[in-house]
């Protein structure tokens, strides 16, 4: 049955909740607190030839990938270098598309034809 409006009015602050969510990821370097990415965002990354990277560093919000020092440290000219040099090889792909699942992209959506009441 289909989610009604009385539904969705009473649900408004869960739903922009869950949109404001952060999560808790595993890394081979620790666990990375994420926001979800706006859809400005991926549609930016989208354009760019390193897009995972893009993803990480703006969707990481813990730690601040985008720090000076640790880029320094790891002799990176753009916060973008930074994936590469932390994570393991494939982990960068991997936490890429665990962000963009997180925030709905690629999810697999239950279908079922629609029956209509006969009378």
């Known amino acids: 049955m289909a989610?009604?409006?009385?539904?969705?009015?009473e649900n408004k602050e869960a739903i922009e909740a869950a949109k404001k969510a952060k999560y808790d990821?595993?890394?081979?370097v620790?666990?990375?607190?994420?926001?979800?990415?706006?859809r400005a965002l991926v549609l930016e990354a989208?354009?760019?030839?390193?897009?995972d990277s893009y993803i990480i560093v703006n969707s990481v919000v813990a730690p601040d990938l985008k720090d000076s020092n640790l880029l320094k440290?790891?002799?990176?000219l753009e916060p973008t270098d930074l994936p590469e040099k932390?994570?393991?090889?494939?982990?960068?792909?991997?936490l890429s598309v665990k962000i963009m699942q997180?925030?709905?992209y690629r999810k697999e959506i239950h279908a079922e034809i629609h029956e209509t009441a006969k009378n």
């Open 30 to 38: 620790g666990t990375l607190t994420v926001k979800l990415p706006s």
């Open 25 to 28: 990821l595993e890394t081979s």
């Open 86 to 94: 932390l994570f393991q090889p494939g982990e960068v792909a991997a």
């Open 102 to 104: 997180l925030a709905g």
């Open 3 to 9: 989610v009604s409006i009385k539904e969705l009015i």
């Open 73 to 76: 440290t790891f002799e990176c």
């Open 46 to 51: 989208l354009s760019l030839d390193d897009s």
